[in-house]
């Protein structure tokens, strides 16, 4: 059962991103839902499972967004790579890793998503990325809340 409601979770997070936020948020750079949602899911299980949810997640984005298929699949695959020092049980006692590592993750993300859309990356990129890291820093303790009573 928390399954389907974290893949129901992911879909509306991913037309919200898609097609609404980009039409109601005064600022020109948007908070990356989906990213926020498969980061924290990636922390408390297993890379197979998470790899999955990137996985088609990415290529329903991808149909979204209208970008090549695999584009926002291989960029989110930065998530599992760095969601696994926040999968030792040391870690789930405080908040403040998963904050720090979606600041990287959201970075990193990025940069690999530009580079796989055909942009080089310099400071027109960095410092709107720079602000959405911001953005998600501010997210992950409400989306923490959120998947944690997902999965219970």
């Known amino acids: 059962m928390a ?16 097609t609404v936020l ?3 948020n005064p600022l ?17 299980h297993g890379v197979r499972e998470s790899l999955l949810w990137i996985f088609f997640t990415g290529l329903f984005l991808d149909v979204l967004t209208l970008d090549a298929f695999g584009t926002n699949g291989l960029s989110l695959v930065v998530i599992v790579l ?6 030792h049980r ?9 904050i720090l590592l979606v600041v990287v993750v959201t970075i990193v993300h990025g940069l690999v998503l530009s580079l796989l859309r055909g942009v080089v990356p310099d400071t027109s990129i960095l410092f709107p990325t720079a602000i959405q890291s911001g953005m998600h ?16």
């Open 3 to 18: 399954r389907i409601l974290f893949g129901l979770l992911v879909v509306v997070a991913a037309f919200l991103q898609a």
């Open 22 to 24: 980009p039409r109601v």
């Open 28 to 44: 020109a750079v948007s908070p990356d839902l989906v990213l926020v949602l498969l980061f924290l899911w990636a922390t408390r």
């Open 82 to 87: 760095l969601a696994g020092p926040a999968r």
């Open 90 to 98: 040391l870690f789930h006692a405080s908040i403040v890793v998963p």
């Open 137 to 152: 820093a501010v997210l992950v303790p409400i989306v923490h809340v959120v998947t944690r009573r997902i999965d219970r």
